[in-house]
């Protein structure tokens, strides 16, 4: 099935965990915060999220600011 | 004699050594960024929240840049322009440095912005995101204009900081309306006008110099929040330290009890036993 990664089309197996889909993305040692369709998906629950097809997700980290 | 010391900046939940908030935004590279952080004295910095680069990732991110261990990180929502989004970037934010241990995590930097060209905070859109955010359990630092009454909104709306802009961000134009920021920190924090001499008020954005810093402190600023004018001087390290002592001289000055102006000058070294010709005598 298809979800949409940071704007990018991703296809993923269905049933596929939020927190499987980071540990793909090569972000499962690095703290990263997520939404998925503009709501935040706390950290806690990225092991019992199980994503949807269509779904738009958001995988942010911090940068410089001011 | 000890040298008079700047005594801790209390902002709600948290209590920072240096007055000066430096960003880390624009900065040439990580080693340059740390070395001007060190030298600016700030044991608080502000920072944003964008995509992880998944799919082209190069170099080093900010958290491999910084001494997490050694800072209180303020996540800002800077890149938003509606209410709804602040609140989204506030809590993605939140929900990062929860990951990092960081006690950044309680509280926010929250820019609304009007339009891409002016940075120009909306007040309307702040505000509404400030109340949000407040009921969210978040000390909710506002970034805002310097409208005195929308100051005082934001206090009432239970921002735990107001943060008036010098001027435009990264204009570097320094405090553009003195008498503004007067005003915002007499309603603020003067009893006599409802406000609470506690209640902190930092001066953010548009600061190009340490005189700047200066007299933002001057006006009776508890601290100043700046980046550009570090990150984009020619020296950036230098440029840090000199921000801190004008961060301190501001403070000190301030407290210290200027004198009154005079129209006519007054002499420093005594009349009696000069033996010089004096005009008039």
Redesign the interface.
Known sequence: MIVH????SLEIPPKMSLRELIVH???GD????V?IN?K?V??REHETRILAAGEAI????????? | MTEPAVPPLVVGPMTLRSRLVVGTGKYIDGTTMRAAIAASGADCVTVAVRRERLFNAEGRSLLDELPLDQLTILPNTAGCFNADDAVRIARLGRDLLEQLGNAGSSWVKLEVLGDRATLLPDPIGTLEACRELVNDGFAVLCYSSDDPIMACRLRDAGATSVMPAGSPIGTGRGIANPAAIRIILELLKSPAHGGSPDYPVIVDAGVGTPSDVTLAMELGADGVLLNTGIAHASDPVRMAAAMRLGCDAGWLGARAGRIAKKLYATASSPWEGTITSIPGE
């Open positions: 990664v940071n704007g990018e993305l090569g972000m690095r703290p990263c915060a939404e503009k935040l706390p950290r958001e995988v942010v980290t911090l940068v410089g600011g001011g």
